[in-house]
């Protein structure tokens, strides 16, 4: 019977593509930091409002939908060099566990696929907030997370002896909003 009331406490939400958002920062020639987004998403968020704990989450980017306002530039991030979309089409999060570690505040486990390769990562949530809008159930969530791009391969422009001060930064800093449509 607890079973039964977990599940019944459980509801999965579709990301509403439209009203995600995956932007992410890199250091660019030691001096800046660059941003630049993906535009396609999709997954769900099994969403348990009386216990976040219980909650999970999958989330999938498309590759090609890169944007940093040059298309000379997303040609080149699409590319060998950086992503080869031609062979990984998608980056994906499937979530291992949630805990809450704040008020309101989250850590989200679990592992990142990105060209193939996957590791564990940690990501904070926050902004969590669950309503009805216009006869929509409807979930918010923002999480951020960081990854090392030479931990998947990803080594273009990378100064090995000083991975944050080169041509490009190890280290990218990603934010995800997520709004969400309950089924």
Known sequence: MVLEEEEAATRV????????????????????????????????????????????MEITVQMSSIDTHNRTRDGHLKGADFFNVRQYHQAKFVSSGIEEVGDGVYRVRGDFTLQGKTVPIEAELTDVSAKNFNNFDMLGVEARFSIKRSDFGITKYLNADDPENGPLGDQVDIIVGIEAVGQ
């Open 13 to 56: 939400y579709e990301i509403d593509p439209t009203h995600t958002n995956v932007i992410f920062k890199i250091r660019h020639n030691s001096v800046a930091n660059f941003y630049g987004r993906f535009n396609t998403t999709q997954g769900t968020i099994n969403f348990d409002q009386d216990n976040f704990e219980r909650s999970s």
